[in-house]
């Protein structure tokens, strides 16, 4: 490969760097992309009164990347294993997920998202630290429960009411709500008794939200933390995109590349005056 287009190469890796929103809340960064969905259903959804359409509900698997992630970023990632794929779950019913395109997640707490379009008028503050702790609480006592196309299903309805409705009116199956499904299965019937019973179960699952402001948000399990608190609110410390010591590592990069033509260059030569 020639000097120039290695310089141009690293320009654009410069660049590509520096796309995408950090917000104040981000706990960290990564490159995402939507790959499938597993024991999905497709499910008619209705918010304020309003039809929203029909939309698949279940377990979605994401492909992540090492490059520029960051913070929490770097762990959700190394979680994946060599699959590069790790569980998710949407977190935000008003946009799609991004069609067949990586795209840059900043990672935050489930107190900061969803985030994008009628998200930010509905939470211009987060969805608040109750319902944060509802959501650790859903994936401490059923998170280890998906394993079929009922209790996937019934897990994205339940996180979605507990996002879009208003604490102690939970009901994914309820048409006097704000958020409900008019499809009807066992998976409704357990969604309705696991979020009867929350209360119940410790806040204390991990749980970070791959936030996008143009596309799908994503909620992602992280572990059980020591004391409860999942939910986030703990004083997390935003950490910057450090393009600075990016540079550096690529301007490393360049010069040892530079300097291993020169030697291979000499080399060859050094051959041809002894042949």
Same mark, same amino acid.
């Given at each position: %490969?020639?000097?120039?287009?290695? =310089? ?6 410069? @660049? @590509?760097?520096?796309?995408?929103? /950090?917000?104040?809340?981000?706990? &960290?960064? %990564? ?5 499938? %969905? ?29 490059? *520029?992630?960051?913070?929490?970023? =770097? ?12 569980? $998710? ?7 799609? $997920? ?46 280890? #429960? ?14 979605? #009411? ?23 299965? =066992? ?7 696991? @979020? ?6 410790? *806040? ?22 020591? +004391? +409860? &608190? ?6 997390? /410390? ?7 010591? %990016?540079? $550096? ?7 040892? @590349? ?13 051959? #041809?005056?002894?042949?």
């Amino acid at each position: %490969m020639k000097i120039k287009q290695l =310089k141009g190469i690293l320009v654009a890796l410069l @660049l @590509l760097a520096g796309c995408g929103e /950090v917000y104040a809340a981000s706990v &960290g960064g %990564m490159y995402g992309l939507y790959w499938n %969905m597993n024991h999905k259903k497709r499910v008619s959804l209705y918010h304020g009164g309003r039809y929203l359409g029909k939309t698949d509900a279940g377990l979605i698997n994401l492909r992540t990347h090492w490059y *520029a992630a960051r913070g929490e970023g =770097k762990d959700i990632h190394e979680s994946a294993g060599p699959s590069w794929q790790v569980p $998710a779950f949407s977190f935000d019913i008003f946009q799609q $997920a991004s069609p067949c395109r990586w795209r840059y997640y900043n990672v935050v707490e489930p107190i900061d998202g969803p985030s994008g379009g009628k998200n930010n008028k509905l939470f211009p503050n987060g969805i608040g630290q109750e319902k944060a702790d509802d959501i650790s609480r859903l994936y401490t006592g059923h998170y280890a #429960e998906v394993k079929n196309k009922d209790t996937a299903v019934a897990f994205q309805l339940s996180l979605w #009411e507990i996002i879009y409705e208003d604490k102690g009116k939970y009901n994914v199956s309820k048409k006097s709500g704000d958020f409900y499904t008019a499809t009807k299965g =066992k998976f409704t019937s357990l969604a309705n008794d696991w @979020l009867s019973n929350l209360s119940s179960v410790s *806040a204390s699952s991990k749980v970070r939200v791959l936030s996008d402001n143009q596309y799908q948000d994503y909620s992602v399990y992280m572990g059980v933390v020591q +004391g +409860g &608190g999942g939910g986030g609110g703990g004083g997390a /410390v935003p950490e910057p995109i450090t393009m600075f010591s %990016m540079a $550096a590592g690529i301007g490393g990069i360049y010069v040892y @590349l530079r300097k291993r033509r020169k030697s291979k260059s000499m080399q060859a030569k050094l051959i #041809e005056q002894h042949m």
